[in-house]
């Protein structure tokens, strides 16, 4: 697979600069004003397989590699691209979010509790949201909120339920929303919901179950989806 590019004003396709399509795959591209973030991978042409995620800087025609697997078991993919950050999903045993910035050139692990946490989106003020579960679809899923130090649940989603295909934006009042592909993990139904005002929501009270994992309590008065 290749990427293309689409014009919103002229409503054309084009392709993107050059280097960024080669003869294996090129897909998942996310794009802002100075960066293109994008997969590459070999999976169908090699029996050494490997994937990577790479940054194109549109000033300067620089290529950055941020991260790479080995196999087709292991898993990396580009989520979002906002301002001079990028964020990413590694998954090698576990799954974690990565979110690196271009301009200072780090690169940071996101922490949080044991499970996996993956489909990372950011906001321009550099505001992370993602998804953790504890390691199986619908198990405790729920919508993090990290903008440094511990990160905060801030939704969760009904038992058997997951969330994937994170995006979100700042609105033009200044709140954030999240939109995000709701699963059922019994029949693979899936709808687009929202978790609007994210910025602003207060952090999920956790109760410790009897088999030792949590479940996430909303504060009366606030509602999650849409």
């Known amino acids: 697979s290749d990427l293309k590019m689409f014009d919103l004003i002229t409503k054309t396709n084009s392709n993107p600069p050059a280097g960024i399509n080669t003869k294996v795959w090129e897909w998942g591209g996310k794009i ?9 991978n070999n999976l169908n042409f090699s029996n050494r397989k490997w ?24 898993f990396v993919g580009a989520t979002s691209v906002s301002g001079d950050k990028v964020a990413w999903t590694k998954c ?3 799954c974690d979010v990565y979110v690196y910035d271009a301009l200072t050139k780090t690169k940071d692990k996101v922490p949080g ?26 198990k405790s899923a729920k919508i993090m909120r990290w903008t440094g130090g511990a990160p905060e649940a801030v939704g969760s989603l009904p038992k058997g339920v997951n969330a994937y295909y994170t995006f979100a934006l700042t609105q033009l009042d200044g709140s954030d929303s999240v939109l995000y592909t709701r699963w059922k993990c019994s029949s693979g139904a899936t709808d687009i919901y929202s978790l609007d005002n994210a910025d602003t929501l207060p952090p999920l009270a956790p109760v410790v179950t009897r088999g030792g994992g949590s479940e ?4 009366l008065g606030w509602a999650f989806g849409g």
């Open 51 to 74: 994937q990577k995620v790479i940054l194109y800087d549109r000033n300067t025609q620089h290529f950055t590699t941020l991260d790479s697997v080995r196999g087709s078991s292991n």
């Open 32 to 40: 802002s004003a100075d960066w293109i973030l994008f997969n590459r």
């Open 216 to 219: 996430y309590l909303r504060p």
């Open 92 to 94: 090698v045993k576990t």
């Open 113 to 138: 509790p044991a499970g996996l946490q993956y489909d990372g989106t950011l906001v321009p003020d550099g505001t992370l949201y993602f998804v953790h579960d504890n390691g199986g679809c619908g």
